[in-house]
């Protein structure tokens, strides 16, 4: 006879994952319950790492989730400590706590795993999003992914599905820019990159060991704040909401991301972390989501200091769990304990609690957190050889290089390999600005090189060196203008420092008027301006490197710099993809994923525009899109044509044509394309689409697909770009998505077709 204790059902890997979360809820306590949906986190901007503190609340609050990373402007952790940091404090979760519930790790990998020393980081959402590549950008997630999980972290706050519609808005380079299609696209081949083959449905494939949660942010509608101000309001209309800001969320959830998380902001007067209309009737009644819904850093505090629409800390956890957020990411003990509260008093539904609870615990079951030798545990060795692995930075820079828009270029680029050249500017040898935001703020134990080493490696000429100027003050520009007299080339990379939206440091104000990172200025400050000019005077050629993340206003040097490349924030390899690209071994083929206005006053701008009569008192209709680089544009070394252009609806795949429903169809945009210049390169072909007659005001146009395509010099191929005829339709309110007959126009590099639908 077996005299050992049964072993709680919870804990036997051979019970269902039903059974195993209804045993462990009948054995939780309701503070147990309150603390599995709390997290809290580790690591501040002082650059502490307090583990005990961490272990203070897990027994105080029983806390379930902990980001013990750093952030922001911390210097990186090591991948040992890192690993070190996560085996105590789940040690302590299985051994110390009564009953051994593990905890799950969460970090901000937004463009890799960046607060980690030697981690691979990769361009940032806009430099990604210039690619117009999913296949990469579900690449670059798999590394992150890998990188992340070598640690033992299991959650990514990641990817950023927000629309960037206005330049100002300091988190626009998180974004994939200002189309709703292409940012859809994108986010939806990151959440697969990040997840492998795992979803959020309870019966879907469980989210592999070398692969974590996604998390689709911010939702509904974050990216057109008010004054281009962070977390400001957006009072925006239904028909604006659906067709613009939730669009690129249904592509993510059609993907399986198992996470999201609101926005911080208000949108028509109702704050997203409260409102049970975005979170639950139309995340989850409509659109079907089956994850968990996460808070943003302090999203459920913000509703009763900042929103005012909780009277103080514990109506505010009420809002925010009636609504529907399953976990407080970074609610402490005194978030748990106001759920307990609130239960106890009546005001909260417990069921409503263990509604979230049951999610979490899932989640990590499905993770494999409750196995007795879980398979993905940390590792120090294996992190280390992890991070920054060869393939993953070779995959950076496949990325890094396809994202270089080439702006301008009257002939200067690509450079020859022989010329001496002058580099200049505040962004020319300073890796921390050519990361970007959601990376460290040090440059200790960054891997790749600067643009100015990068340059020095690539040409069989002298490299001279002087800055000029910092981000916004000028320093030694005499020095630099005789440096530049004495070479055949200058090369200046200008543009902004790093900033993570309203964390960063002060100095690297990217204004005149010191706003930071929201700017009302998006020209150049001043001493790179005059760094541009003086340059310019020696009649040495200048080329102009813009390391930014937001598109920034260059009327000046596009009328008087012969060439001009856009870098973004391109990531620890960036340096060589600049460099390569200058020097033609690599086509620059990025092609702009947000439009490049002439002027503030423009904004916003973007390509997808409605449609709308002339002015009275105007004899011809202005053109309200008129930038000074368009959404789509980028050139390249070579010389493309673009002929034959055709249009035609297909069957669904797998469908007779003849029983499918109209929406089930497809449009097949075909078009030759033919590199006729004198060496390689890339296209994207890009296709947009204009219904002629609607029964609401539609875009004048808008992207509906896009192809890239690699060609030989003198090589033709026929590309075609499939568009699901739902696609082409839009929400109309009180009717739901609508598909309408009638014409339609298909635009590819100037020419059109049209085809009734």
């Known amino acids: 006879m077996d005299n050992r204790p049964k072993q709680p059902a919870y804990q036997r890997e051979s019970a269902s994952t039903d059974e195993r979360i209804d045993d462990l809820l009948d054995r939780m306590t309701l503070a147990e319950k309150a603390g599995q949906v709390t997290g809290t986190w580790a690591g501040t901007l002082r650059e502490t790492h307090d583990l005990d503190d961490v272990k203070e609340a897990i027994d105080d609050g029983h806390l379930g989730f902990a980001a013990p990373f750093g952030w922001g402007g911390a210097l990186a952790t090591t991948p040992e400590d890192a690993v070190s940091a996560v085996e105590e404090l789940q040690t302590y979760a299985r051994e110390e706590t009564r009953l051994g519930i593990p905890l799950l790790f969460s970090v901000d990998a937004v463009h890799g795993h960046a607060y980690v020393s030697g981690a691979t980081v990769f361009p940032n959402g806009l430099g990604a999003a210039a690619t117009w590549d999913p296949e990469g950008v579900e690449a670059a997630a798999a590394v992150t992914a890998t990188e992340v999980r070598a640690t033992g972290a299991h959650q990514n706050y990641g990817p950023t599905v927000d629309v960037g519609r206005d330049a100002r808005w300091g988190r626009v380079f998180e974004t994939f820019g200002e189309s709703p299609h292409l940012v859809g696209a994108l986010a939806a081949a990151k959440v697969r990159g990040y997840q492998g083959e795992g979803s959020a449905a309870p019966d879907g494939p469980a989210i592999p060991t070398d692969r974590v949660v996604a998390t689709a942010k911010h939702f509904p509608a974050y990216g057109e704040p008010e004054r281009g101000e962070d977390a400001s309001p957006v009072d925006v209309s239904e028909y604006k909401l659906r067709n613009t800001f939730v669009r690129p969320f249904e592509r993510v959830l059609d993907a399986g991301v198992a996470s999201v998380m609101p926005s911080y902001n208000s949108i028509n007067g109702e704050p997203s972390h409260g409102s049970a209309a975005y979170l639950d009737r139309l995340l989850r009644d409509e659109l079907g989501f089956d994850g968990h819904v996460v808070s943003d850093w302090n999203g459920i505090r913000h509703l009763h200091e900042d929103h005012r629409t909780a009277v103080d800390h514990a109506d505010g956890v009420r809002q925010a769990r009636t609504a529907g957020v399953d976990v407080a990411s970074v609610g402490h003990t005194p978030h748990a304990d106001r759920v307990v509260e609130l239960i106890e008093d009546d005001r909260l539904d417990e069921a409503t609690l263990e509604r979230a609870v049951r999610r979490v615990l899932r989640l990590k079951f499905d993770l494999g957190l409750f196995d007795e030798e879980p398979e993905d545990a940390a590792d120090e060795t294996d992190a280390v050889e992890t991070l920054g692995a060869p393939a ?166 596009a009328e008087h710099v012969p060439a001009i490349l856009m870098a973004y924030f391109p990531g620890t390899e960036g340096g060589v993809a600049v460099a390569e690209t200058l020097f033609g071994d690599n086509d620059p083929s990025g092609r702009l994923p947000i439009s490049v206005p002439r002027d503030e006053g423009d904004l916003p701008q973007h390509h997808d525009a409605l449609a709308h009569p002339t002015p009275i008192g105007v004899d011809e209709h202005p053109d309200s899109y008129d930038p000074l680089f368009e959404f789509g544009h980028g050139l390249s070394y070579t010389t493309f044509e673009t002929t034959d252009l055709s249009a035609s609806v297909a069957a669904r795949p797998g469908g007779s044509g003849e029983d499918d429903a109209p929406t089930d169809r497809t449009v097949r945009v075909s078009v030759e394309v033919s590199n006729v210049g004198d060496c390689a390169g890339t296209e994207t072909v890009q296709v947009y689409a204009r219904q002629r007659h609607a029964s609401r005001v539609r875009p004048v146009r808008s992207l509906v697909g896009f192809e890239r395509v690699t060609l030989a010099a003198g090589e033709s191929e026929r590309v075609e770009v499939s568009v699901p005829v739902k696609r082409l339709g839009f929400h109309k309110p009180r009717e739901g998505h609508v598909v309408e007959s009638g014409p339609y126009r298909f635009d590819v590099a100037g020419a059109s077709t049209t085809l009734e639908l």
């Open 392 to 557: 993953h930075r070779e995959r950076a820079l496949e990325t890094a290089r396809d994202s270089m828009t080439l702006l301008q270029n009257d002939g200067l680029l690509p450079l020859s390999g022989d010329e001496d050249v002058f580099v200049g500017g505040p962004n020319a040898d300073d890796l921390v600005n050519q990361l970007g935001g959601w990376s460290v703020g040090r440059d200790e134990g960054v891997p790749g090189k600067t643009i100015r080493e990068a340059v020095a490696d690539a040409t069989a000429g002298t490299v001279s060196y002087v800055p000029g100027t910092t981000m916004n003050e000028a320093i030694d520009i005499d020095e630099a203008v005789r440096a530049a007299r004495d070479a055949d080339v200058a090369v200046l990379a200008l543009g902004e420092g790093w900033y993570i939206h309203e964390f960063g440091p002060e100095a690297q104000a990217g204004s005149e008027t010191g706003e930071w990172p929201t700017r009302s200025d998006l020209r150049l400050p001043e001493s790179q301006r005059e760094l541009v000019r003086r340059v310019h005077e020696t009649e040495t050629p200048v080329v102009g490197v813009l390391v930014t993340g937001r598109p920034l206003i260059v009327d000046w040097m």
